[in-house]
Structure formats: structure tokens, C-alpha cells
């Protein structure tokens, strides 16, 4: 079966500082892999993906993520936060009936 | 192009009481879901359509009913609301296909059922 798992529920970062935020998948079909972003009181949106290709995928807003198959992960890096990224964090992978499974999610907080 | 539309945004609901939870899309995209989203527990399918009149069950689909008359609609219902459906219900749609993960998602509706 596919399953996602964040390890970090909230990871609080000041501005300007590096941040990574963690990600590991189960999976037992190819592997697709997604971060979705959700700011305050929205829905949330394709921050990158990564299907075949490049382990490095690069996403809007200064993101990236690198698909690693031997430690089953699929980090995400900004070098520089800015306030603006203030925002909840969704991890998915795709399910064996092509479903999107989401992680628990990770609460960004960037302080001035 | 107005993207996912859900009405209503806030909804307060009495136990056993039913409604439905609006989604249209003008994408003219062939997928359409529903998600809740509760604390801790990320988001959870509770149903999903392919295209107008093909709907199917998700992760969570008791207590929901689905309908898909048209590409633009996909409407949610709670047949009797109970308390443990109190979450933020999130619509989306894509295109089917290789396409199908790059999900759009509508503003959401958050329900309290007391």
C-alpha cells in the first residue's frame, strides 16, 4: 500500500534562514510524488511534482524537492524563506488506483 | 476564468439535518473529487468522478452522497449530518489521465455540525 509520512508537524523559521521540510513515502507502484501548499483560509495548490526524470524538481516560489529511492524520500528546500511563505504543506504520492494519498501536513512559520 | 467555486463558504448544521455542498469548475476538466480535511489527518478522498454521470467511492465515503449531471457540477450530500463530519470539506478538479494529480482546489467549505 501507499502512504506518506511528514515528520515534522510545525517547523518554525525565521526569515531569510534555509528550511527543509520532510517527507517519506511508501510505495508499491511507479512513483509519483507531490507537495501541495495551502495558504491561510485557501485551498490548496501544485507547489511541484516529480514523475519520471530529474531526481531535482523545481516548484514555484524558489522551491525544490529531490526524489531519493533508496531512503524512500522526497525532502523539500527553500534556501531563503520569505514571511509570504508562511503556509501549511501537503506531501501526496500517487495510490495504486491513482489516487492522490496526502500526508498529514507540516505548518510552515516564518518569523521576522 | 472564475477556476473551483464552492458555496457555501461557512455552514452551521443541526445533528440529522441534511445539505448539500456546492462545487462547479469552468475548466472543463473531465476530474472532480471531494475531500475532508481535518487536523492531524491531512486530506481524505470521500468522492470522486471521472466524468459527468461516472461517480465512485473514496477513502471515506459514509454518510456523503455524489451525483455528476454535468461536466461544470459536483455537488456533495450530507443525507443526516452527524457531529464527526465538523471538518473543512475541499473540492478539486484536473484533467483525467496522465493530468489527473495536478489537482485544482476550490477555496473549501467548513462545516460545524453541533
Known amino acids: 500500500a501507499q502512504s506518506v509520512t511528514q515528520l515534522d508537524s510545525q517547523v518554525p523559521v525565521f526569515e531569510e534562514a534555509p528550511v527543509e521540510l520532510r517527507c517519506n513515502y511508501s510505495?508499491?507502484?511507479?512513483?509519483?510524488l507531490f507537495w501541495y501548499v495551502q495558504y491561510p483560509n485557501q485551498g490548496l495548490q501544485l507547489l511541484l511534482k516529480?514523475?519520471?526524470?530529474?531526481?531535482l524538481v523545481k516548484g514555484i516560489n524558489g522551491f525544490e524537492a529531490e526524489f531519493n529511492k533508496s531512503q524512500t524520500s522526497f525532502h523539500l528546500r527553500k534556501p531563503s524563506v520569505h514571511i509570504s511563505d508562511t503556509a501549511e504543506y501537503f506531501c501526496?504520492?500517487?495510490?495504486?488506483?491513482?489516487?492522490?494519498?496526502f500526508g498529514t501536513g507540516t505548518r510552515l512559520q516564518v518569523f521576522p | 476564468n472564475a477556476g473551483v467555486t464552492q458555496t457555501p463558504k461557512f455552514q452551521v448544521l443541526k445533528t440529522g439535518q441534511s445539505m448539500t455542498l456546492q462545487c462547479a469548475q469552468d475548466?472543463?476538466?473531465?476530474?472532480m473529487s471531494w475531500y475532508r480535511q481535518d487536523p492531524g489527518m491531512g486530506l481524505r478522498l470521500i468522492h470522486y468522478?471521472?466524468?459527468?454521470?461516472?461517480?465512485d467511492q473514496g477513502e471515506v465515503p459514509n454518510g456523503y452522497n455524489v451525483s455528476r449531471s454535468t461536466t461544470e457540477d459536483f455537488p456533495l450530500r450530507l443525507l443526516s449530518a452527524a457531529p464527526s463530519q465538523t471538518s473543512v470539506y475541499f473540492c478539486?478538479?484536473?484533467?483525467?489521465?496522465?493530468?489527473?494529480?495536478?489537482?485544482?482546489f476550490g477555496p473549501g467549505t467548513r462545516l460545524t455540525v453541533t
Open positions: 501526496a504520492v500517487r495510490s495504486n488506483t491513482d489516487k492522490l494519498i
Open positions: 475548466m472543463n476538466h473531465e476530474y
Open positions: 468522478s471521472v466524468g459527468a454521470g461516472i461517480t
Open positions: 478539486a478538479s484536473s484533467y483525467s489521465g496522465g493530468r489527473a494529480y495536478e489537482q485544482y
Open positions: 510505495s508499491s507502484v511507479s512513483v509519483y
Open positions: 516529480y514523475l519520471s526524470g530529474s531526481t
